[in-house]
């Protein structure tokens, strides 16, 4: 009778995604223990439970009081900041925990710090899982994109809870085992990278279209609305359609116009972009994105900048760009720009995690991070389930820029590619994600590359060594000695 009274899992932490991750979790039918250190919020939580269906979740006020209201062996999700508040959550809950038990930290953690925690746990004889969890507040709410890393008995634990809770799509439930140690964390960590990727490439799509196309916020509105229809069909396109409808409340015109252009950012972009750098993967996409985020910070610097720069004789470029462009020709154009650019970031976020995977041993299956990607998280996209067949019909894909399908994509979108990019270079539009997108093709698919001089530069002031493509063995040239002799 004890047992029928106590919650099948826990959740600490109720700021808006903790609570709309309990809510969801309870809505499936799993009743649900929730606890937070500032008690307000479990009132709040208790509230929105009994309004949204007298949902089945009980509040706890004491860190002892919760661990000892749910089912052994425990499950307790955390969703509270990363880095010192975890370990202070886990420090006051693992108090009252016992063998067997398991700490499920949902936040955007950095993965060593999962892994560290995991051996900690199990000094203590419990269970840990670190899971990314994607899709916003919204997501939390009605079906978020999951992953789990750590102990595989941990997900066992929960995976009937997991499943129910995730975004369905129509190949099954956007949750998988990622795999051992802190590979959950890092996959959505490099989610978030290709996330940033996506979103810079986006942007650059509107600056062409609004400032060489000449296209109104309406216009612009109709041509997302039209594109999420079709092969670029996405939760990023489709909102950013939504954007442009929004009016003003304080004047006239959209607020989109308002809105400062300083990007915010909280880390896993820059965490994505050094982990590339770490494991020799060129990520160039994800890197321009995170350098605008940068540059985009540097507002009054920029607005000195085109002052002074204006001053010394430089003329905006952008009317003579646009004088007598075929408007259909350009909206298509950036359509097929705006396509092949997001396979390359894609390749790029996959390729870093086969490094990372390899690396570490975590035997990460590709094809499924693109079928758990396919709803619930902010980089959903119809084209992800073609990312999961060419990994399902090659698992050692070195590019998805090489499966025979995406290959055929690329060569018939790069001269609409090329088009929009040259386009913008000579209006002086900087599309720093397009061009790093399309220079990453067209350095991927050279078979010889200017790399011989580079690598001539270093043996001459380094004595670096160099291979030669005719006969094997290093060799070293005394250049300098030899180009001036005679001379």
């Known amino acids: 009778m004890e047992s029928a009274s106590l919650s099948r899992i826990g959740l600490a932490g109720l700021a808006v995604m903790g609570q709309n991750l309990a809510l969801n979790i309870a809505d499936k039918g799993f009743p649900i223990s929730v606890y937070n250190r500032t008690t307000s919020k479990v009132d709040e939580t208790l509230d929105r439970a009994s309004e949204e269906g007298k949902l089945p979740v009980s509040g706890q006020y004491s860190p002892r009081d919760f661990v000892l209201s749910i089912q052994r062996p425990r499950s307790v999700i955390i969703l509270v900041k990363a880095g010192a508040p975890v370990d202070q959550t886990i420090s006051a809950l693992s108090e009252y925990m016992e063998p067997g038990d398991c700490i499920i930290d949902g936040g955007n953690e950095w993965y060593q710090n999962t892994e560290r925690r995991i051996v900690e746990a199990e000094k203590k004889g419990l269970l840990y899982l670190g899971m990314g969890v994607s899709g916003g507040e919204e997501g939390a709410r009605n079906g978020p994109s999951l992953m789990p890393g750590g102990s595989f008995q941990a997900y066992n634990n929960v995976k009937d809870i997991l499943e ?7 190949d099954g439930p956007c949750v998988t085992y990622i795999g051992e140690g802190g590979s959950g964390n890092f996959v959505k960590m490099v989610h978030n990278g290709i996330e940033y990727g996506d979103m810079q490439l986006i942007s650059e799509a509107y600056d062409v279209l609004k400032n060489v196309g000449g296209l109104s916020n309406d216009e612009l509105a109709e041509i997302f609305t039209e594109w999420n229809r079709g092969e670029l069909e996405s939760f990023l396109v489709e909102i950013t359609s939504d ?4 009016k003003d409340e304080f004047g006239d015109g959209e607020l989109v116009d308002k809105i400062l252009d300083k990007t915010g950012m909280k880390g896993t972009g820059k965490w994505t972009v050094q982990q590339a750098a770490e494991l020799s993967v060129a990520a160039p996409t994800i890197a321009a994105s995170l350098d605008c985020r940068y540059l985009s910070g540097l507002k009054d610097e920029r607005e000195n900048a085109a002052k002074v720069l204006k001053e010394a004789g430089l003329k905006e470029d952008i009317g003579s760009a646009s004088h007598g462009i075929d408007k259909k020709r350009l909206i298509d154009d950036v359509r097929q720009a705006l396509y092949a650019s997001k396979i390359c970031s894609y390749a790029q976020g996959m390729n870093l995690l086969r490094a990372k995977s390899v690396e570490k041993e975590w035997n990460l299956n590709l094809g499924e991070m693109a079928r758990i990607w396919k709803g619930g998280c902010i980089i959903r996209a119809v084209f992800l389930d073609r990312i999961k067949k060419a990994y399902q019909r090659n698992p050692n894909l070195a590019s998805l820029v090489v499966d025979p399908d995406f290959a055929k994509e690329m060569v018939q979108r790069q001269a609409a590619w090329r088009r929009v990019v040259g386009l913008a270079i000579s209006a002086g539009i900087s599309t720093p994600g397009m061009c790093a997108s399309l220079a990453y093709f067209d350095t991927y698919r050279r078979a010889r590359l200017p790399a011989n001089l580079v690598q001539a530069q ?3 002031f380094g004595a670096h060594t160099y291979e030669r ?12 000695k030899l180009a001036r002799k005679g001379n």
């Not at 954007?243 to 929004?246: G, L, Q, S, T």
């Not at 493509?469 to 300098?480: F, K, L, Q, S, V």
């Open 164 to 170: 129910k809770v995730a975004a369905q799509v129509e």
């Open 243 to 246: 954007i442009f409808r929004v």
């Open 458 to 460: 270093r043996d001459l």
């Open 469 to 480: 493509t005719d006969r094997p063995g290093a060799y070293h040239t005394e250049w300098t």
